[in-house]
C-alpha cells in the first residue's frame, strides 16, 4: 500500500498476557520509529531502526517491552506480561531516512482489561 | 533534556477566522520543525514542516513562521474550514531520530 500499515487496529487483551504489534512500513523506507501515545497526550518516542539495527531504545518503558525488525521492512513490537498501564495508542513511523519527515501509520488501540 | 512547550491547548474560532498555535522549544541545536495534524482514530499526519534556514514558509491556508533566535515556531491557518477541526502537534527532532511532540493543540471551528 502507499502508507504505513499497522495491526491489528485494536486488541483488548487481560492483564498478564503478551501481545504483538505489528508495522508494515512504506516500501524503501530505512528508517523506522514505535511511539506510544497516551489519551489526550502526544505521542512519545519508544524506540527506532534503522533497516534491522535497533539505534535507539531509550524510550521504551521497561524490559517487558521489545521491537524487533529482523529483515529491515516489517516490525513487531512485542510486549509481555501486560499491564493496565500499558492501554494506549502504539503508533507506528517510517521515513526515507533520519533526516526525512516521518510518515504515521494509524495507530494499535491497545486495552488492558 | 528537549523540551517542546504549546500553546494553547484548546482554541475555538469562528469559521472563516484565522487559528495561530505556538510552541517553544529548548535546543538550540534544532533545524527541523513539522506540524502534524491528527483526527479521531487517524495517525498524525505531516501538513507542514520548516527547515532552519528559513524564516517562514507557506502552503495554500497554512503557513509556518520560526524565530531561531527566540526558539519558537507558530502555525498559522488562514479562512479556517470545518474540516481544520483535529488536534495539532508541534514537534522538533532530537538528534536528528526520536521526534518530540508538543501535548497537542484541539482546535474547534465554530459554524
Known amino acids: 500500500g502507499a502508507g504505513v500499515s499497522q495491526s491489528p487496529r485494536y486488541k483488548v487483551a487481560k492483564r498478564g498476557q503478551d501481545v504483538a504489534l505489528r508495522c508494515d512500513p512504506i516500501?524503501?523506507?530505512?528508517?523506522l520509529f514505535w511511539y506510544q501515545q497516551a489519551l489526550g497526550q502526544g505521542p512519545e518516542f519508544l524506540t527506532y531502526?534503522?533497516?534491522?539495527?535497533?539505534?535507539?531504545k531509550s524510550g521504551l518503558p521497561s524490559d517487558r517491552f521489545f521491537a524487533e525488525r529482523p529483515e529491515g521492512s516489517v516490525s513487531t513490537l512485542k510486549i509481555q506480561r501486560t499491564q493496565q498501564e500499558d492501554s494506549a495508542v502504539y503508533l507506528c513511523?517510517?521515513?526515507?531516512?533520519?533526516?526525512?519527515?516521518?510518515?504515521f501509520g494509524d495507530g494499535t488501540r491497545l486495552s488492558i482489561l | 533534556g528537549e523540551n517542546v512547550e504549546q500553546h494553547p491547548s484548546t482554541l475555538s474560532v469562528q469559521e472563516g477566522d484565522s487559528a495561530v498555535i505556538k510552541c517553544t522549544y529548548s535546543?538550540?541545536?534544532?533545524?527541523?520543525f513539522p506540524w502534524y495534524k491528527q483526527e479521531l482514530g487517524k495517525g498524525p499526519q505531516l501538513i507542514i514542516d520548516i527547515r532552519s534556514n528559513v524564516g517562514e514558509k507557506k502552503d495554500q491556508r497554512i503557513a509556518v513562521t520560526l524565530n531561531k533566535t527566540a526558539k519558537h515556531f507558530s502555525l498559522h491557518i488562514t479562512e479556517t474550514q470545518p474540516e481544520d477541526s483535529a488536534v495539532y502537534f508541534c514537534?522538533?527532532?532530537?538528534?536528528?531520530?526520536?521526534?518530540?511532540f508538543g501535548k497537542g493543540t484541539r482546535l474547534h471551528i465554530l459554524p
Open positions: 513511523a517510517t521515513s526515507g531516512d533520519s533526516n526525512q519527515p516521518q510518515h
Open positions: 531502526f534503522q533497516n534491522e539495527a535497533q539505534l535507539d
Open positions: 514537534a522538533t527532532p532530537l538528534r536528528d531520530d526520536k521526534i518530540i
Open positions: 516500501s524503501g523506507h530505512v528508517s
Open positions: 535546543d538550540s541545536a534544532s533545524n527541523y
